[in-house]
């Protein structure tokens, strides 16, 4: 058996699937063997834009939305976003913004990427828009101008465009994506089970065996 492996999950705030991936891999995390860490890194899914989503990337991504209803029990969708918002494909900004609560307060990542797929999938609120950024920012208890200047910061893009390099490296190319690291070049993909955390645990301990 490996001394420590490291379950390394490749995401995007911004991206669908991994919202319907959030339950599942709560359980399989809560299931996982102490030897085995976790870790996140963000695998940007657009880049930063200001046009307008066209209408047929919107059409695509709401039925992307009813399929992962339909594939996953339980996961819920607010439509209202694509009436009430001006949608861009540009989910770098929420990126940053996963980076910029990291560094605030380690312990807020996970609430900043909950906060972010709420906004977005239940609250129909734009995540690519800075401004909604600073809000949740600010609704988890985070120093408003202090998150807003990390949004800006050279050096927060600078580990955005590393984490994407590195998910890149380790063979992640779409989200939500699950590697296991078990040594210092040792990648091994654990294929997403949106229904069947146990099926991922089983890989995982295959591969730690």
């Known amino acids: 058996m490996h001394e420590s492996s490291t379950l390394i999950y490749v995401h995007d705030p911004m991206c669908s699937w991994c919202w319907g991936f959030r339950p599942a891999l709560a359980q399989l995390r809560s299931l996982l063997p102490p030897e085995v860490a976790f870790a996140r890194l963000l695998g940007g899914l657009a880049p930063d834009s200001e046009q307008p989503m066209p209408e047929a990337m919107q059409s695509k991504l709401q039925d992307t939305w009813r399929r992962i209803q339909q594939r996953i029990p339980g996961s819920e969708f607010n439509f209202d976003f694509w009436r009430d918002c001006r949608p ?12 910029a609560a990291r560094q605030l307060d380690a312990q807020c990542e996970d609430a900043m990427i909950l906060a972010i797929q709420q906004a977005y999938y239940l609250r129909a609120m734009n995540p690519s828009d800075a401004d909604t950024l600073v809000q949740l920012a600010s609704e988890l208890g985070l120093d408003r101008d202090a998150f807003a200047r990390l949004l800006r910061n050279e050096q927060v893009e600078q580990q955005l465009q590393d984490e994407i390099a590195r998910a890149r490296a380790i063979g992640a190319h ?8 078990t040594g210092p070049a040792s990648y091994w993909p654990v294929g997403v089970q949106y229904t069947d955390p146990q099926g991922m645990l089983d890989t995982v301990k295959t591969l730690i065996a």
Do not use: E, G, K, M
């Not at 779409?174 to 690291?181: A, E, K, Y």
């Open 88 to 99: 861009r494909r540009s989910t770098y900004p929420a990126c940053r913004a996963v980076i």
């Open 174 to 181: 779409s989200f939500p994506s699950l590697v296991l690291q």
